[in-house]
């Protein structure tokens, strides 16, 4: 009796697999090349030598905080697209794309601005590679805001295959432009930038033909530039609910770069070490981030649909398949913490490090499982503002104080004082149980306005 109540809560059926995995593979997919492509870049340019790989570091941090706040931002009006898409309202998801066209335009042109002053104070190399990866930027805002909408009325499978594409462009282009194939000039750093915006491009372009082409199977697109004025009402609903998502992306993702200038008074040898570690980590943290924004689209479609008890029931599931999905998943990266170094050409003493935080990882791989899942249900339901405070604040509030006291002012070393912080993912996944458990975030955000 225990064993079917615990399976009826925690576990479900065929059905419930089919579902989550239609929605979660194909987003897992994309992120996963969008990962790889990320790692081909490091790998390559690490087999320059360790100045060009870390200085491509820097510039990825800094793009980092843009890509971040561009997600922020489309997530925020994704709430309502998801749930204008479970109610089965094509004008209320046509809406909310429009104000995305707005949103990434004005933080494309703001993030181009910033960076552009950031290159005087990079390194010289990371000048050469930030001032061409510049122009990938609103590229590549664009076709997040219609990827994220194909996802929002899931349809996953289209930006999935722009992403295999972009990956295939990426790859050949960095062999060609980075070591001079082909009569090629041998561009180094530079090459680099230049095939990740060729493939940003090439993503791009095949989203807007193929989303366009089949508008039967994409029905938002239909008549979608015949305006782009967005109601003004819904308009006020978005910044107002989503716009705390962006401030939470750009509060987090600069906390996560003030973590790794804090680490960084311990040697560059460490900032290298967490570069490599970041790197492979990404590819496997994949798994619980899509199936995180699977959580937000699944259970967002069933609140808009008013069906609050399948919301809960299903939010359960998913946040138990994602947490048990990671206990594998952390299994196979500790396994690879001593290998994945190798591939680099750099330090032994780096090499070391990077195997050492990649075994740290691997071990709260769970409790980041479980903290994403927490995030994206309470976004789902538009608690964006206490999804903020319990997101980016725990970042500013506990991790960076606890990292800036352990490396400037106690003798532990370096791995020691990034396992102290890491190990406070426990702390922030007891903090998202009790506001899921409240069950606050079980509304329908559309309806209600």
């Known amino acids: 009796m225990m064993w079917k109540r615990f399976r009826e809560k925690y576990i479900g059926d065929r059905a419930f697999y089919r579902l989550v995995l239609t929605i979660a593979l194909p987003v897992m997919i994309q992120n996963g090349i969008t990962s790889f492509v990320n790692m081909l870049d490091n790998l390559m340019v690490g087999g320059i030598g360790t100045e060009q790989m870390s200085g491509v570091a820097i510039c990825n941090q800094l793009i980092f905080v843009f890509n971040l706040c561009v997600f922020g931002g489309l997530s925020g009006a994704g709430i309502y697209g998801a749930q204008f898409h479970g109610k089965r309202d094509l004008e209320g998801v046509q809406n909310v794309f429009r104000f995305k066209l707005w949103l990434v335009g004005f933080l494309s042109i703001l993030g181009v601005l910033a960076l552009r002053f950031d290159l005087v104070l990079t390194l010289q190399c990371a ?105 003004r009402a819904l308009t006020d609903m978005i910044v107002r609910k989503g716009m705390p998502l962006l401030f939470n992306e750009a509060l987090w993702s600069s906390g996560q770069t003030t973590l790794v200038q804090i680490y960084s008074t311990r040697g560059l040898a460490m900032v290298a070490g967490i570069n490599i570690s970041n790197t492979i980590s990404m590819l496997f943290n994949i798994v619980f981030m899509s199936l995180g924004s699977s959580i937000g689209i699944v259970v967002g479609n069933l609140l808009g649909a008013g069906d609050m008890a399948e919301a809960k029931r299903t939010n359960t599931r998913m946040t138990a398949f994602s947490v048990m999905c990671c206990f594998a998943i952390g299994g196979l990266l500790a396994a690879t913490s001593g290998v994945f170094p190798l591939l680099y050409n750099t330090t032994d003493e780096v ?56 490396c400037r002012f106690t003798p532990l070393p370096f791995v020691g004082c990034y396992a102290a912080v890491t190990a406070t993912e426990g702390l922030k996944a007891l903090f998202g149980y009790h506001l899921v458990k409240q069950g606050k975030w079980i509304r329908n955000i559309v309806s209600e306005q």
């Open 127 to 231: 000048k050469a590679y930030l001032a061409v990866a510049l122009i990938g930027l609103p590229v590549w805002a664009l076709s997040q805001s219609y990827a994220s909408t194909l996802r929002e009325t899931a349809s996953t499978t289209l930006p999935m295959g722009a992403g295999i594409a972009a990956m295939l462009v990426n790859l050949i282009g960095n062999w060609i432009l980075i070591y001079g194939r082909f009569g090629a000039p041998r561009l180094g750093v530079v090459g680099a930038a230049w095939a990740t915006v060729l493939s940003r491009v090439v993503e791009l372009i095949i989203i807007l033909v193929f989303s366009h082409a089949n508008a039967k199977d994409h029905p938002f697109v239909k008549g979608l530039y015949r305006t782009l004025k967005v109601p």
């Open 351 to 406: 090499r070391h490090i990077a195997s050492r935080l990649i075994l740290i990882t691997s071990a709260v791989m769970p409790f980041h499982a479980y903290t994403n899942a927490c995030y994206f249900t309470l976004r789902s339901g538009g608690l964006t503002r206490l999804t903020m405070v319990y997101d980016c604040s725990f970042v500013w509030c506990v991790c960076i104080p606890l990292a800036f006291v352990l």
